[in-house]
């Protein structure tokens, strides 16, 4: 979604229930997961390739020009998975003894980041392409959004810890891209999918509410 706004180009968004999921969106997402992006009725699964396939096709290019600084952003996207678990973990917890537990692994998460931001953040601006957005921006952004959602409950405050990471990621938030890239319903969405795990963030959402 991201990347598709950072391109402007038109298209058309359908949200899906991910606990009803409908028959035509089964047929068309062989993992049965989201994000699935139809083209020509052909559709494109795997946020990487649908970036990559967007970044192929469309002006302007996200990706940068050179072979080896793209391939390490494409190293960079490819380490996405393994954050966004070590970030989620903290907040899907169900116990505040399991969520704290889960903040060194959060902690290497981010120092890896902060890490990858020293060495190859691109200069004359403050995301990781430098004065406009990269397929890196793109592929961070909706984890870092979320785990900031979630510590304003839990308050750990984690980010602070990794001052570029913490840069970046209040740039790529401030970002008209990224703020329209979400559904008005989404805060709402998160929170009700905190509860329905039952995790522990969610009780400081019931008492917060009180
Ligand atoms: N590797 C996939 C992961 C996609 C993914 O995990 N999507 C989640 C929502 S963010 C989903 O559809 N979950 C539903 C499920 O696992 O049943 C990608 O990057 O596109």
């Known amino acids: 979604m991201i ?62 020009e050179d072979p080896l600084v793209r391939a390490r952003h494409r190293a960079w996207t490819d380490f ?60 961070y952004t909706p984890f870092l959004q979320r785990f900031l959602m979630a510590d304003a409950l839990l308050k750990t405050g984690l980010i602070d810890g990794y001052p570029k990471v913490k840069a970046w990621t209040e740039a790529l938030l401030a970002t008209e891209i990224v703020e329209g890239s979400v559904a008005d319903v989404f805060p709402a969405e998160f929170e009700g999918n905190l509860i329905r795990r039952e995790t522990y963030a969610a009780t400081l959402l019931q008492r917060a509410a009180e």
């Open 80 to 139: 996405t998975p393994d954050f966004a678990s070590s970030l989620s973990a903290v907040y899907y917890a169900k116990t505040k003894a399991d969520s704290d537990a889960a903040h060194e692994d959060a902690r290497d998460a981010l120092e890896t980041l902060e890490g990858a931001l020293a060495a190859d953040k691109a200069p004359g601006g403050p995301f990781f392409g430098g004065d406009r957005l990269c397929l890196v921006d793109c592929a």
């Open 3 to 64: 990347a598709l706004r950072a391109k402007s180009v038109t298209f058309e968004t359908t949200y899906i229930n991910l606990r009803d999921r409908p028959d035509w969106f089964m047929k068309i997402s062989p993992h049965g997961k989201v994000p699935v992006l139809l083209v020509d009725d052909q559709p494109l699964f795997e946020s990487n390739a649908i970036a990559e396939y967007l970044d192929e096709t469309i002006a302007p290019r996200l990706h940068p």
